[in-house]
């Protein structure tokens, strides 16, 4: 049997991968296939919450019963979330978000000339999780849990307390990276540290399972 732990909780979830347009046809983009954001609203719907996904180009339908509202950009989903965090009494930034835009993005497509390419000038995204974090809303601020997730390659536990003290979330979900690990697979696994200085490892299993020990995290830390 389910626990039913999250009944009457609000949970707002981002998932995916921004894109960032450069012309109407191209775009800065990233490989997060949004299966752990998705995985997260399923099993957050199976213990009872009302979910809504703000889903960043993920290419699969979203799991029954979660609101699902589709971005596109950084800057959209920004606007998403700010939005729709005033009613959450949880929120969890899954989402892979750009760091960087176009300044400008072409309203024609970008033609080859024979000359030297222009240079695409960035200019950087605000960080949302950050934003999330430092300034809290919803129905009882002080109450609100932020997790964010973080992708690290070496010195997973070390580069994620800073991490997590520089955002300003309770809790940080650490995957290490590279060698195949993560992106795209239907497994995971992660070290998941907390404001209150505890780490717990996430054994590599099927990414629900991984959703169902961070939602355990997240019930631990709620109000009555
Ligand atoms: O700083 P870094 O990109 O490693 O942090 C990852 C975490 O921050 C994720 O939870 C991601 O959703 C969030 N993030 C964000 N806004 C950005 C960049 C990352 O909310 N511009």
């Known amino acids: 049997t389910l626990p039913l732990d999250l009944t009457g909780r609000n949970v707002l979830i981002s998932a995916g991968g921004t894109r960032e347009a450069i012309d109407p046809v191209r775009f800065i983009g990233n490989h997060s296939s949004g299966r752990q954001g998705y995985a997260l609203a399923a099993t957050a719907v199976a213990r009872g919450a009302n979910v809504t996904l703000i889903s960043a180009n993920v290419g699969f339908s979203g799991p029954a019963g979660v609101d699902v509202r589709p971005v596109t950009s950084a800057l959209e989903l920004r606007a998403a979330m700010l939005h729709e965090r005033d009613k959450a009494d949880i929120v969890v930034m899954a989402a892979a978000v750009a760091d960087f835009r176009p300044d400008t993005a072409a309203v024609n497509k970008i033609k080859k000339t024979g000359d030297t390419p222009t240079p695409i000038a960035l200019v950087e995204n605000p960080d949302i999780l950050l934003e999330l974090s430092r300034h809290r809303g919803g129905v009882s601020p002080q109450n609100q849990i932020v997790v ?77």
Do not use: M, Y
């Open 148 to 224: 964010g997730f973080a992708a690290e390659t070496d010195n997973v536990v070390e580069n994620g307390r800073a991490k997590l003290a520089r955002k300003g979330c309770d809790l940080l979900v650490v995957n290490q990276v590279g060698q195949g690990r993560a992106f795209g697979t239907t497994e995971n696994q992660a070290s998941v540290l907390a404001v209150d200085g505890t780490v717990t490892e996430i054994e590599h299993a099927p990414k629900e399972d991984v959703a169902d020990r961070i939602w355990d995290l997240v019930v631990e830390r709620l109000p009555a």
